[in-house]
């Protein structure tokens, strides 16, 4: 591929600014990581091209085109470029192959590599290795590949139910009916769909266990396939009355043809925090109006904690008053930015409890237990609940403390927002880890504190 799967310069600290004023600013994220996946995967199952606009570029993309390159799909990244593409691709063209080779597949510490490929390669007439960092060991899997066993898959995994595994694939794979609890990701759930339209009897996948996070990426799956011609069905147990836990694809050719992607909101939550913290406003250009993104959750959370949204001509708009509320929530739908809200808490007038994160124990680092002791030293207070965190805000000092990042994009960006309010900023170590998801998000970060007056 012409970009590398690892774009982020060496491990460097940066010193996150501090705002000299009430922030002013409109900027555009770069496209969905969790959108520009998905699409890479159903194109590369599809039974023609389709081109994908507005694609993410940063490692957990660049890991997913490598992987399903490895596995025959062509991707074009230079198939259309515009003059606002700053030597960016604009579009990229993918043109599936036939699953044909050999491969080893770096999963890198992505997620959505990790869980949505596995389902591909059972399709695929040879062998797939995948490997990936060392974080990635720990992160759940293991009811994916025990699924993919029953739905007819070969997985040698030596009983760890985690990378490194081999799927020996055979060129096709029966499907069917199956059970597993995806309270540990809801990817797990998303990966199976993704690929069931082109397994023989497609997939029928019914959830067993605590309710599943993030539930509204798996309404985006479901959204993606059916907008890629497959016929998806939903329904509930009674469980959860508003939360299905029962998604069935059946078979069938997708063909998405062409797939624009939205900006990712999560990596706008931290703009959007800024002016909260500072009592500004911030502008997101290109917020869609009818998302497959948790907007409207993103949006809630922070009016609840003292903010304004408003929707404008120029996109949404942010502002803050001056004040930031504690508040007692469920986050679970939300929980990538959760990172961010730990650091605007920390800043507030009063407590917050956030509940149903357990989970996050698992994601890129174990992010409660990173958040509570990095937050820590810097004099704050949060407490680590069985499912969640408890933040009492104190007044916090950067002396000559270094953030570290834990080589998580969340961590670096939660640093960030706490930079603002501390003089003389913050140092973040290893914030070149941000490149995951967003390699600009260090330069659009100090342009907006720039700004402020």
């Given at each position: 591929?012409?970009?590398?799967?690892?774009?982020?310069?060496?491990?460097?600290?940066?010193?996150?600014?501090?705002?000299?004023?009430?922030?002013?600013?409109?900027?555009?994220?770069?496209?969905?990581?969790?959108?520009?996946?998905?699409?890479?995967?159903?194109?590369?199952?599809?039974?023609?091209?389709?081109?994908?606009?507005?694609?993410?570029?940063?490692?957990?993309?660049?890991?997913?085109?490598?992987?399903?390159?490895?596995?025959?799909?062509?991707?074009?990244?230079?198939?259309?470029?515009?003059?606002?593409?700053?030597?960016?691709?604009?579009?990229?063209?993918?043109?599936?192959?036939?699953?044909?080779?050999?491969?080893?597949?770096?999963?890198?510490?992505?997620?959505?590599?990790?869980?949505?490929?596995?389902?591909?390669?059972?399709?695929?007439?040879?062998?797939?290795?995948?490997?990936?960092?060392?974080?990635?060991?720990?992160?759940?899997?293991?009811?994916?590949?025990?699924?993919?066993?029953?739905?007819?898959?070969?997985?040698?995994?030596?009983?760890?139910?985690?990378?490194?595994?081999?799927?020996?694939?055979?060129?096709?794979?029966?499907?069917?009916?199956?059970?597993?609890?995806?309270?540990?990701?809801?990817?797990?759930?998303?990966?199976?769909l993704l690929a069931a339209p082109r397994y023989d009897k497609g997939v029928e996948v019914r959830h067993e266990g605590p309710r599943v996070p993030s539930a509204p990426h798996i309404a985006m799956t479901v959204q993606m396939l059916r907008d890629a011609g497959a016929h998806v069905e939903t329904r509930t147990t009674g469980r959860e009355s508003s939360v299905p836990d029962v998604w069935q694809v059946h078979p069938g050719e997708l063909r998405p043809s062409a797939v624009t992607v939205e900006p990712d909101l999560s990596n706008a939550a931290p703009f959007l925090a800024a002016a909260l913290v500072t009592g500004g406003s911030v502008t997101i250009a290109s917020w869609p109006?009818?998302?497959?993104?948790?907007?409207d959750q993103i949006l809630e959370v922070l009016t609840r904690m003292g903010a304004t949204a408003a929707m404008t001509a120029d996109g949404m708009r942010v502002s803050g008053a001056g004040a930031i509320h504690g508040i007692q929530a469920d986050l679970r739908d939300v929980s990538e930015i959760v990172p961010v809200l730990a650091a605007v808490a920390a800043l507030a007038d009063s407590p917050s409890v956030f509940t149903g994160i357990g989970h996050m124990r698992t994601h890129e680092s174990d992010r409660l237990a990173a958040l509570a002791g990095e937050i820590g030293a810097l004099g704050g207070d949060l407490r680590e609940l069985d499912d969640g965190l408890e933040i009492r805000p104190r007044p916090l000092r950067a002396d000559s403390a270094v953030f570290a990042s834990h080589d998580d994009h969340r961590?670096?960006?939660?640093?960030?927002?706490?930079?603002?309010?501390?003089?003389?900023?913050?140092?973040?170590?290893?914030?070149?880890?941000?490149?995951?998801?967003?390699?600009?998000f260090t330069q659009m970060w100090s342009a907006m504190s720039e700004r402020s007056p």
């Open positions: 591929m012409h970009g590398s799967a690892d774009p982020q310069p060496a491990a460097a600290d940066w010193q996150a600014p501090a705002a000299s004023g009430p922030v002013q600013a409109r900027l555009r994220p770069p496209g969905s990581k969790s959108m520009t996946n998905r699409a890479l995967v159903l194109a590369a199952l599809a039974g023609g091209p389709t081109d994908i606009t507005n694609p993410l570029q940063a490692r957990d993309t660049l890991l997913m085109a490598a992987a399903l390159r490895g596995l025959g799909t062509v991707i074009d990244e230079d198939a259309v470029t515009g003059p606002a593409s700053g030597g960016q691709p604009e579009v990229w063209r993918v043109t599936p192959g036939q699953l044909g080779r050999p491969a080893v597949v770096d999963v890198g510490n992505a997620g959505t590599v990790l869980r949505f490929v596995p389902p591909v390669a059972a399709l695929a007439r040879a062998d797939v290795e995948f490997r990936g960092d060392a974080r990635i060991a720990s992160r759940p899997v293991g009811p994916l590949l025990a699924a993919l066993r029953e739905l007819g898959a070969v997985i040698h995994d030596e009983g760890r139910g985690a990378v490194p595994f081999i799927v020996r694939g055979h060129g096709g794979i029966s499907g069917g009916a199956v059970t597993l609890d995806a309270s540990g990701s809801s990817q797990l759930v998303s990966g199976l109006e009818q998302s497959l993104q948790p907007a961590l670096v960006m939660a640093a960030a927002v706490l930079g603002l309010a501390m003089p003389g900023g913050l140092r973040i170590g290893n914030a070149a880890t941000v490149g995951k998801t967003f390699p600009a």
